[in-house]
């Protein structure tokens, strides 16, 4: 890697924490805030004078939970009747509610006005606090590489844009999490790849919310994803509200009131055990600890490693079979066995939790690896793809394949043997790598003779999707201008960009003219 100037910035979006990276000289650093936090808690909130985000806000949280807006990012783009809405309303301080357009948001009290914030503004605010931490370290770019789950939608990722520019950030790319992992191992193992030879390597990435397990190939030339499984909710807050909810019940039963249906001590019942639980990786118990939780009365429980991997059982069942699933998926895309792998790598929340280690070890076969920063190496790929897509810096001799997560479909009116019907047709696979293009072209038989013609793009039914009520992406009407010629052909080109994006790029038409031109003689071959 060869720097040439300009500073860089690439930002993992966590469920819990935001990182910011950067690349000074050559070397990666964390850009850590005021007080010397290396990660940020991904939270804003309001109060009568002043907007916060990130550690002001948590510091605020008990006492203004009415006002803070905990995992903005998990709402940027969803619709009121996505199945996921209730699920996770159940993590929210302030629960969404739906605007005069029909969107969803937050009402919040600000400076004694009540008004409705969708979770872009909200997410605009966090991104706009956030640039400061930067710039106050004389890292002067708005230009900026962000990292979004890999089952983002179109609806989400196009949400990201718009709060990233909300908040006066240029979003030089949004970057799978899957890509992002690659790229940081792929950099950190260059020298031990072969020159033609892949490895390929498996990554757990079970985070504070959600997990993603995927598959990747490396050589010293080239490195792609390739083949990805994830699930929006598998994490440890997970984790964290089972044995919430078990201890509640037991202090329940001895004190006749219930702490996880008063939200002041449900967040401080939850922020407790979020503290303690890690301790299980090391210890065999732990006591949860919360005086005068309610009613003036305190909760002691001593919770040991057997109980907790007794109450998250169904976490931990969802996880193994998101592992088999990946495996298969795995074995079929790719036609190579599980067995074939050279590692496992995990990152993530729960990197040291003893059940997880057990089943990954279980179900694919394989002792964890933990070569990787677990809580760092998304926003050290951030900032290594914006270093790959910055004129100011040069990566030779290296190319990556990201991973499109959903097939998209192309319908139209189509005509043959004389009869108009609908056709649908498969236009960009999930595998994909993006930024692509894909050009269709119509000739004058196929299509009906009709002044406009529809096109529509739809992401197709699968399993990964099928929960999506409307699918739905763009919906076009082409007006054919008036022909000269007989002849001609419609060009339409569709694609991915760099974000994942899928959009029209143009519409063009051909005509083609048969012209009789004569031909005289001017010499004979002897």
Same mark, same amino acid.
């Given at each position: 890697?060869?720097?040439?100037?300009?500073?860089?910035?690439?930002?993992?979006?966590?469920?819990?924490?935001?990182?910011?990276?950067?690349?000074?000289?050559?070397?990666?650093?964390?850009?850590?805030?005021?007080?010397?936090?290396?990660?940020?808690?991904?939270?804003?909130?309001?109060?009568?004078?002043?907007?916060?985000?990130?550690?002001?806000?948590?510091?605020?949280?008990?006492?203004?939970?009415?006002?803070?807006?905990?995992?903005?990012?998990?709402?940027?783009?969803?619709?009121?009747?996505?199945?996921?809405?209730?699920?996770?309303?159940?993590?929210?301080?302030?629960?969404?509610?739906?605007?005069?357009?029909?969107?969803?948001?937050?009402?919040?009290?600000?400076?004694?006005?009540?008004?409705?914030?969708?979770?872009?503004?909200?997410?605009?605010?966090?991104?706009?606090?956030?640039?400061?931490?930067?710039?106050?370290?004389?890292?002067?770019?708005?230009?900026?590489?962000?990292?979004?789950?890999?089952?983002?939608?179109?609806?989400?990722?196009?949400?990201?844009?718009?709060?990233?520019?909300?908040?006066?950030?240029?979003?030089?790319?949004?970057?799978?999490?899957?890509?992002?992992?690659?790229?940081?191992?792929?950099?950190?193992?260059?020298?031990?790849?072969?020159?033609?030879?892949?490895?390929?390597?498996?990554?757990?990435?079970?985070?504070?919310?959600?997990?993603?397990?995927?598959?990747?190939?490396?050589?010293?030339?080239?490195?792609?994803?390739?083949?990805?499984?994830?699930?929006?909710?598998?994490?440890?807050?997970?984790?964290?509200?089972?044995?919430?909810?078990?201890?509640?019940?037991?202090?329940?039963?001895?004190?006749?009131?219930?702490?996880?249906?008063?939200?002041?001590?449900?967040?401080?019942?939850?922020?407790?055990?979020?503290?303690?639980?890690?301790?299980?990786?090391?210890?065999?118990?732990?006591?949860?600890?919360?005086?005068?939780?309610?009613?003036?009365?305190?909760?002691?429980?001593?919770?040991?490693?057997?109980?907790?991997?007794?109450?998250?059982?169904?976490?931990?069942?969802?996880?193994?079979?998101?592992?088999?699933?990946?495996?298969?998926?795995?074995?079929?895309?790719?036609?190579?066995?599980?067995?074939?792998?050279?590692?496992?790598?995990?990152?993530?929340?729960?990197?040291?939790?003893? /059940?997880? &280690?057990?089943?990954? %070890?279980?179900?694919?076969? =394989?002792?964890?690896? $933990?070569?990787?920063?677990?809580?760092? #190496? *998304?926003?050290?790929?951030?900032?290594?793809?914006?270093?790959?897509?910055?004129?100011?810096?040069?990566?030779?001799?290296?190319?990556?394949?990201?991973?499109?997560?959903?097939?998209?479909?192309?319908?139209?009116?189509?005509?043959?043997?004389?009869?108009?019907?609908?056709?649908?047709?498969?236009?960009?696979?999930?595998?994909?790598?993006?930024?692509?293009?894909?050009?269709?072209?119509?000739?004058?038989?196929?299509?009906?003779?009709?002044?406009?013609?529809?096109?529509?793009?739809?992401?197709?039914?699968?399993?990964?999707?099928?929960?999506?009520?409307?699918?739905?992406?763009?919906?076009?009407? /082409?007006? &054919?201008?008036?022909? %000269?010629?007989?002849?001609? =052909?419609?060009?339409? $080109?569709?694609?991915?960009?760099?974000? #994942? *994006?899928?959009?029209?790029?143009?519409?063009?038409?051909?005509?083609?003219?048969?012209?009789?031109?004569?031909?005289?003689?001017?010499?004979?071959?002897?």
């Amino acid at each position: 890697i060869k720097q040439m100037s300009k500073d860089i910035i690439g930002i993992s979006i966590g469920s819990k924490n935001t990182i910011v990276g950067t690349y000074k000289k050559g070397t990666f650093e964390i850009v850590v805030s005021e007080t010397s936090a290396r990660s940020l808690p991904t939270v804003v909130s309001y109060n009568d004078r002043e907007r916060n985000f990130a550690e002001l806000s948590m510091h605020t949280n008990r006492s203004n939970f009415k006002r803070t807006v905990i995992y903005p990012n998990r709402w940027l783009g969803v619709q009121k009747d996505w199945p996921l809405v209730k699920e996770e309303a159940k993590y929210a301080y302030v629960k969404p509610v739906e605007d005069k357009t029909g969107r969803l948001g937050f009402n919040i009290d600000y400076k004694g006005k009540k008004d409705i914030y969708t979770p872009e503004s909200l997410m605009g605010l966090f991104f706009s606090k956030l640039k400061s931490v930067w710039l106050k370290e004389n890292i002067n770019t708005t230009s900026v590489v962000v990292s979004v789950p890999d089952y983002y939608t179109a609806h989400e990722r196009k949400a990201m844009v718009e709060a990233l520019e909300i908040g006066g950030l240029q979003c030089t790319a949004l970057l799978n999490e899957s890509s992002a992992i690659t790229l940081t191992y792929g950099f950190h193992k260059l020298k031990e790849f072969d020159e033609e030879k892949y490895r390929t390597v498996a990554f757990v990435d079970l985070g504070h919310s959600t997990c993603n397990i995927f598959f990747s190939q490396f050589n010293k030339k080239n490195v792609k994803v390739i083949s990805v499984s994830s699930e929006r909710f598998c994490g440890a807050r997970e984790f964290d509200y089972l044995i919430a909810q078990k201890l509640a019940e037991d202090f329940e039963k001895k004190y006749g009131c219930n702490p996880m249906e008063a939200p002041k001590t449900k967040i401080r019942l939850i922020d407790t055990i979020t503290k303690v639980r890690k301790s299980l990786t090391v210890n065999k118990e732990i006591t949860i600890s919360v005086d005068s939780l309610m009613e003036g009365e305190d909760l002691v429980y001593n919770l040991s490693r057997d109980e907790f991997e007794k109450i998250i059982e169904p976490v931990v069942k969802k996880f193994e079979q998101l592992c088999k699933n990946a495996i298969e998926k795995f074995e079929k895309e790719t036609k190579l066995k599980i067995g074939n792998i050279h590692s496992i790598e995990m990152v993530g929340d729960t990197v040291r939790t003893p /059940i997880i &280690l057990e089943s990954i %070890k279980k179900v694919m076969g =394989k002792e964890v690896s $933990k070569t990787l920063v677990p809580d760092e #190496c *998304i926003a050290r790929g951030c900032s290594l793809y914006a270093m790959m897509n910055s004129p100011y810096f040069a990566i030779q001799n290296f190319s990556f394949s990201h991973y499109n997560p959903y097939t998209i479909e192309m319908e139209y009116p189509y005509v043959k043997d004389g009869k108009e019907t609908i056709k649908k047709f498969n236009l960009i696979n999930e595998g994909a790598d993006f930024p692509a293009s894909k050009t269709i072209t119509f000739t004058k038989n196929q299509l009906p003779e009709k002044d406009i013609v529809p096109l529509k793009f739809y992401y197709k039914d699968s399993p990964t999707i099928n929960w999506l009520p409307n699918k739905l992406l763009n919906s076009f009407n /082409i007006h &054919l201008k008036k022909k %000269k010629e007989n002849e001609w =052909k419609l060009i339409i $080109k569709y694609g991915l960009d760099i974000n #994942c *994006i899928p959009k029209l790029e143009g519409t063009t038409m051909n005509e083609s003219k048969i012209e009789m031109v004569p031909v005289v003689e001017t010499a004979k071959v002897k």
